[in-house]
């Protein structure tokens, strides 16, 4: 008797799962179809099948991820891969993964069904091929067809009319029945026994598991035994020492009675208790107005460094403006140098003029070029005048600066000194030399808005100066 073969479906695309379904349950075959490759293999635990067919472009796995899993769990299966087109890489990998083999998937199915056909029905086609008819058989079929067809031969003569074949066929009928229900029930014992295997597998991990936690849990409790006696030890050596400071206290107890009965009216120092009392208030007042103090000193000696810093950064911006004048001072130095130098060109041109032309008359007059060119040397050289009167305002100016901040510091030395010698004070220490205050300091002077630097003046006088050449060459 040949039992139902169960068939795994997993198609990531639905029509066409549909589409094997129908085909393979109207070939009789038991069918578990599934679009998810985890409910696949849910299902692949808990019940044995005997061909699978897998497309190879499910969603979620790569690299024939399904097929390694559902080979690990029934190793034994037969693995179909369903593929759109064949690809030889496809195909080569797949063999080398133990497939049984790779099928496109067309419109027409039917070369999958004779696929499957053949490696799920090997023995029925074998014994088909086996059992065909030979020509006697043959024969003999047909003259009983010939008897069983002739209406003259009476019902007596039919061979299958007799009660004792009507009893074997009905034999037969309740013993196949009876085999499926058996087939059937030991399927359910089989799924069953295969269940409570893997129920067993289970409980015997968690078993080894809960052994190796008693395990450790035995050696942490070893552990922790040792560190409670450690622990013991310990406390009974703190409970010794705490005993013979109890008796070291209560005899210093004693000592002390004994001493302030023998000396209740003076004390060491030769005062009384009130005395003391009083000299200790005033000296907690004293330390509190020394905090005080210092808690002050600690705030001047704040506002100090963040004086000396305003100092240094004021000092740093002097430097940058002085590099700045000298830097014009140069330029100016220049400038007055061309400007001699072109009026001695002029003058030497003038010159020349006078002796090539001995005329009475002023080249001045005559000759607009010239005078223009004189005309613009006059205004170069009153820029010139104009840009030395601000050079020597701002170069007054930073002299004033200097003498400023060279105050300030005095001053700042002076608070220094000051605060050094009040510290020394209140810590007991011997003064020191005093330092005088400068005449005329003042604490804390405001920082004169420095004029901004121009250069407007050097750029004019250039752009004269250009043009005067220009003139002259033309």
């Known amino acids: 008797m040949n039992l139902v073969k169960k068939i795994l479906i997993v198609h990531g695309d639905a029509k066409m799962k549909r589409r094997l379904v129908l085909m393979l349950a109207d070939a009789g075959y038991d069918l578990r179809a599934f679009i998810k490759p985890d409910a696949a293999l849910e299902t692949a635990r808990v019940e044995w099948f005997d061909l699978a067919l897998v497309d190879a472009q499910l969603s979620g796995t790569q690299d024939f991820e399904f097929v390694e899993a559902l080979k690990k769990i029934q190793p034994t299966v037969p693995v179909v891969l369903v593929v759109p087109q064949l690809e030889l890489p496809l195909i080569v990998k797949g063999i080398r993964m133990g497939l049984s083999d790779v099928l496109p998937v067309a419109h027409d199915l039917r070369p999958l069904l004779r696929r499957v056909n053949s490696l799920l029905r090997v023995n029925t086609a074998a014994g088909a091929e086996d059992e065909s008819l030979s020509p006697n058989e043959i024969a003999e079929a047909e003259a009983v067809l010939e008897v069983l067809g002739n209406p003259d031969i009476g019902q007596s003569t039919d061979p299958f009319n007799t009660p004792d074949f009507r009893q074997e066929l009905m034999r037969g009928a309740k013993e196949r029945a009876m085999l499926e229900a058996k087939s059937e029930r030991l399927e359910h014992e089989k799924a069953a026994l295969e269940a409570e295997l893997k129920t067993l597998l289970s409980q015997n991990a968690d078993a080894l598991r809960l052994q190796n936690e008693f395990t450790d849990l035995r050696t942490q409790r070893e552990m922790a035994a040792a560190a409670q006696a450690l622990i013991d030890q310990k406390a009974r050596a703190l409970a010794e020492a705490r005993s013979e400071l109890a008796r070291e206290r209560s005899a210093l107890e004693e000592e002390r009675k004994k001493l302030a009965t023998s000396t209740q009216s003076v004390s060491p120092f030769g005062k009384t208790p009130d005395e003391l009392v009083r000299e200790k208030t005033e000296l907690d007042q004293l330390r509190a107005r020394l905090l005080a103090e210092e808690s002050r000193l600690r705030e001047e000696a704040a506002r100090i460094q963040h004086e000396g810093t305003q100092l240094a ?162």
């Open 313 to 474: 950064q004021e000092r740093r911006r002097w430097h940058e403006d002085l590099d700045l004048l000298r830097e014009q001072e140069n330029n100016l130095r220049e400038y007055e140098a061309r400007l001699r130098q072109l009026q001695a060109q002029l003058e030497a041109d003038r010159v020349l003029w006078f002796s090539s032309r001995p005329q009475s008359r002023s080249p001045f007059n005559d000759d607009a070029a010239v005078k223009a060119a004189w005309e613009k040397l006059q205004r170069a050289t009153d820029l010139l005048e104009a840009e030395r009167a601000v050079f020597r305002d701002e170069r007054m100016a930073m002299r004033e600066l200097e003498m400023d901040l060279k105050r300030r510091e005095a001053k700042l030395e002076e608070m220094s000194g000051k605060l050094t010698e009040q510290e020394k004070r209140l810590r007991g220490l011997p003064p020191s030399t005093t330092h005088s205050p400068l005449p005329g300091a003042v604490s804390n002077p405001p920082i004169p808005v420095k004029k901004p630097l121009s250069r407007a003046p050097f750029e004019m006088a250039k752009s004269l100066l250009g043009r005067g050449k220009g003139d002259q060459g033309g």
